[in-house]
């Protein structure tokens, strides 16, 4: 059963890695890039004034430290945590519902639109689909 597995993620690896390269940076994804350059200091002062988590913020601080600002190592951590949140999905359901559900689902998420959209901005909603 683990073929399924391994086959949705790499379904998921493909879709959200096939436009990585092409993206450029969208306006709300700038903002992300405009705080991971201002000191962690900063990122948590000014939290009561963003709509964005700080964790998030001090996150992509730190990341971006590490790998610098080129577009594709910014967005790669956002598409391994929904990578990552498949494959928990994916233990979840097989104790929960019959196998041919749990393949059902996995697969609808591994192709969903939105989550392969989202999964490749630079923001914090694959982290919080992690997390959740």
Not at 66 to 89: D, E, F, I, N, T
Request: with cysteine.
């Amino acid at each position: 059963m683990r073929i399924f597995l391994w086959a949705a993620l790499l379904l998921a690896a493909v879709l959200r890695a096939c436009a990585l390269l092409d993206q450029t940076l969208w306006l709300d994804e700038g903002y992300s890039v405009l705080f991971s350059r201002v000191p962690v200091r900063s990122i948590v002062l000014s939290a009561g004034l963003d709509t964005n988590p700080p964790l998030g913020n001090a996150f992509f601080h730190f990341w971006c430290q590490m790998v610098g600002y080129a577009p594709v190592l910014m967005r790669l951590p956002g598409v391994a945590a929904s990578l990552l949140s498949l494959a928990l999905l994916w233990r979840l359901l097989q104790r929960m519902v019959p196998l041919p559900s749990a393949v059902f689902v996995v697969l609808f998420k591994s192709v969903s639109l939105y989550d392969v959209l989202y999964s490749r901005q630079l923001r914090v909603y694959p982290y919080a689909e992690l997390l959740l």
